[in-house]
T-cell receptor, first 110, second 114 residues
Framework: QKEVEQNSGPLSVPEGAIASLNCTYSDRGSQSFFWYRQYSGKSPELIMF????GDKEDGRFTAQLNKASQYVSLLIRDSQPSDSATYLCAVNTGGFKTIFGAGTRLFVKA | SAVISQKPSRDICQRGTSLTIQCQVDSQVTMMFWYRQQPGQSLTLIATANQGSEATYESGFVIDKFPISRPNLTFSTLTVSNMSPEDSSIYLC???????????FGPGTRLTVL
């Protein structure tokens, strides 16, 4: 069974700090990796994707991928209360098959 | 990306009835997906809808309960049939952009079954 694992949290960080969200996956053949943000009562919103080992930066967000360790992370710099949401890790395991993790709840305290 | 709309945004239905949810995309897409998300839970894939072929259902979901139509490359419907309170959930459609298999989600349909 192909799996995507995330710590459910909640992860609580003070405003201005770096929030670090982690995800592991079981299918070594996975090619594309995604981070979605979901506010309460809203649908998931794609914020980052990465497909090569290393870091990918977009504004305050950095996605990190280590295929050897089957590990994906999302760093949020200068965290803001508006970043408080559930963050879903998703992994495309080939073709049209994408598996979503259960999500990590993030709280940013003002 | 893609702009996706869903109708209805929410509904309250009686046990034993059926509800059809519509999903409209602003561009042609090959694959559309239907998910269910119960409060505080992650996404559960119901089925994958490819235009011109039968939908592919995930384990635990059957066509008689969740019939899907995909008449063209911009539209799909999901019907929740013979509803029970256990069907109360948020139903989401998504589409896949083929660059890196990114998925974009519609706003969801919040269904309550009494």
């Amino acid at each position: 069974q192909k799996e995507v694992e995330q710590n459910s949290g909640p992860l609580s960080v003070p405003e201005g700090a770096i929030a670090s969200l982690n995800c592991t996956y079981s299918d070594r053949g996975s090619q594309s990796f995604f981070w979605y943000r979901q506010y309460s009562g809203k649908s998931p919103e794609l914020i980052m994707f990465i497909y090569s080992n290393g870091d990918k930066e977009d504004g305050r967000f950095t996605a990190q991928l280590n295929k050897a360790s089957q590990y994906v992370s999302l760093l949020i710099r200068d965290s803001q209360p508006s970043d408080s949401a559930t963050y879903l890790c998703a992994v495309n395991t080939g073709g049209f098959k994408t598996i979503f993790g259960a999500g990590t709840r993030l709280f940013v305290k003002a | 990306s893609a702009v996706i709309s869903q109708k209805p945004s929410r509904d309250i239905c009686q046990r034993g009835t059926s509800l059809t949810i519509q999903c409209q995309v602003d561009s042609q897409v090959t694959m559309m997906f239907w998910y269910r998300q119960q409060p505080g839970q992650s996404l559960t894939l119901i089925a994958t809808a490819n235009q011109g072929s039968e939908a592919t259902y995930e384990s635990g979901f059957v066509i008689d309960k969740f019939p899907i139509s995909r008449p063209n490359l911009t539209f799909s419907t999901l019907t929740v049939s013979n509803m029970s309170p256990e069907d109360s959930s948020i139903y989401l459609c998504s589409v896949e952009v083929l660059t890196y298999n990114e998925q974009f989600f519609g706003p969801g349909t919040r269904l309550t079954v009494l």
